[in-house]
């Protein structure tokens, strides 16, 4: 199914216990109004948060990153179609850090998913902005939260691959996967530079082009010589098709295999833990830059900016005085 | 002049005041050494920054950012030429947000200006890294007040346009340089999304090709059709060949008029004024994390977000509680 709440979810009156019920009971209205009060950063959230907390913690979240031009839509659309074969209800949040230039298009394709507009086991939401908060570490974790506690079996989060979000989308997610593709220029090279650290499931797509076999090869070699304690996880490299719908299943299988590996561990306590922590912070964080910038034309931060600028006093002085004030 | 200062500027222990002092007579090696000191996160930074305030606030601070393939680089490069020319030292930030994926590699050609190797007047310091703290927001804008206290006249911090980076530099800027070209498929469209607010004065570069024109036409247009207070600066649209060195000159003399209706209005003192909040602001947030997440083992912060995970408490329960302890 496809949200077409948003409109509707500013303005008036809205009854968030009603709203929490109702997306319990699989309606997409209300799980897609949810999200609206999210990225509406509505004074709401904290009613909202509060209902959904004793239902949440049970989705497994699935990150799926990669640098643009890889088929990160079309992977996500053949690995919902997979998991919805196996039964389970699937949620889809698609994050895109939106830029000034851009404002998505420069990123290439959006989510066009249309082969899962009438299943209702399915729900696809586009988080295009990152609001004037926190950005994605502020909304990403919250969208979530409302997906997980309306019940979703798994909760992918697909993220385009530039700038930071890839580490925040692995610091977000139970596992994720990071896709490549033969023909990217010097792929493995980019790879180089932090992609090894990130992956739970390394997915070579376009497996049917020349050279995935080569990728496949190269990523292992390097993920051979990356150290990790002799308990953990070893991130697979597969080989998919997206387009053509081949080797899809036994990626959703090895994405099984390491919530399981994960949970029996503890490794998915520690994570989630993580995941906590951040966004416990990053509310706590909001909660005070609100509090410095005020509601009043002038605040004590103004002051001491002003002084700052005049070289009375420097940054840090001025910090210390603004937590003088909080502390 | 390049900088070599990176080994060198860690370990050893480190005389803040006499790199200070030095820095103001000129010695690259230590602004070198300073930017390193911000880069680092070091914990001198607020002994640095005591010292540099009396001295900064002089620098004409020019953001330059534009889409990958504008021809960003070869642009920094001609206008530090040309300001050059006139007698002013310049310094330049360029500040690449560091992605895994690329390091730096995927978007492009990195700043190399030999032109200015041996220039003692210019100093040239490419930022890769956004640190582990606040990323951007924390560290350029006190790797600019080095610069700026070090006594150059003119402080260049050069983006990528990519992600949240233009909109954090136009927040850091005096004024700021949109760069353009024609060619970039449609320019104009991606242009709607968000550059129309950023911009002080628009350069269309590569205006040897096809299609210049066109492209400071249809901005024109756009421009003209953004509402704007009576007073306000009217954003020219300048046509250059930062390769063919044509346009360069007159680049150069609309920063110096936009820096003097700025100064002259009063824009450049709120400008100033919310520079140095956002940067009190992150310095201030910076500490927050620091004592939350602490050094010991166990914060509360873990025990808050375990309670989070078993459902126990919401995340904003748990960031008031937070709060609470701090506040």
Redesign the interface.
């Known amino acids: 199914m496809t949200d077409d709440s948003r409109p509707s979810a500013r303005g008036a009156a809205v009854d968030v216990p009603g709203l929490v019920e109702q997306a319990r009971a699989g309606r997409a209205r209300a799980v897609g109004r949810l999200i609206s009060l999210v990225e509406d950063e509505s004074p709401l959230?904290?009613e909202v948060?509060?209902g959904?907390?004793?239902?949440?913690?049970r989705a497994h979240v699935v990150g799926i990153t990669?640098?643009p031009g890889v088929g990160k839509s079309t992977s996500t659309s053949a690995l919902v179609t997979a998991l919805r074969a196996t039964g389970k209800r699937v949620g889809v949040l698609a994050v895109d850090?939106?830029?000034?230039?851009?404002?998505?298009?420069?990123l290439g394709d959006r989510v066009r998913m249309s082969d899962h507009a009438t299943d209702p086991g399915v729900f696809i939401r586009s988080m295009a902005s990152?609001g004037h908060l926190g950005?994605l570490a502020w909304s990403t974790?919250?969208a979530l939260?409302v997906l997980d506690a309306a019940g979703f079996d798994v909760v992918v989060v697909e993220t385009v691959?530039?700038?930071?979000?890839?580490?925040e989308v692995a610091r977000t997610a139970d596992t994720t996967v990071v896709l490549l593709a033969p023909g990217m220029g010097d792929g493995i090279?980019?790879?180089?530079?932090?992609?090894l650290?990130?992956g739970d499931v390394y997915v070579v797509n376009k497996a049917d082009r020349d050279g995935a076999a080569t990728v496949r090869r190269d990523l292992r070699n390097m993920l051979s010589l990356t150290e990790r304690p002799a308990d953990s996880w070893r991130p697979p490299v597969l080989l998919m098709s997206a387009q053509l719908g081949e080797g899809v299943p036994e990626v959703v299988a090895k994405l099984d295999e390491h919530h399981e590996w994960a949970a029996s561990t503890g490794s998915l306590?520690r994570r989630?833990?993580?995941r906590?922590?951040d966004?416990?912070?990053a509310?706590?964080?909001t909660?005070?830059?609100r509090r410095?910038?005020g509601v009043s034309d002038r605040t004590e931060?103004?002051d001491?900016?002003?002084q700052?600028?005049?070289?009375?006093?420097?940054?840090?002085?001025?910090?210390d005085r603004?937590?003088g004030q909080?502390?």
Chains 1, 2 share one sequence.
């Open positions: 959230l904290r948060m509060a959904l907390a004793p239902y949440a913690g990669g640098a850090p939106s830029s000034p230039f851009s404002g998505g298009a420069l990152r950005g974790p919250q939260r691959g530039v700038g930071q979000s890839e580490v090279q980019a790879a180089k530079a932090g992609i650290e990130i306590q989630r833990v993580r906590a922590k966004e416990v912070e509310i706590a964080v909660a005070l830059r410095w910038t931060l103004d001491l900016a002003e700052v600028v005049a070289g009375e006093l420097d940054p840090y002085a001025a910090a603004l937590l909080d502390v």
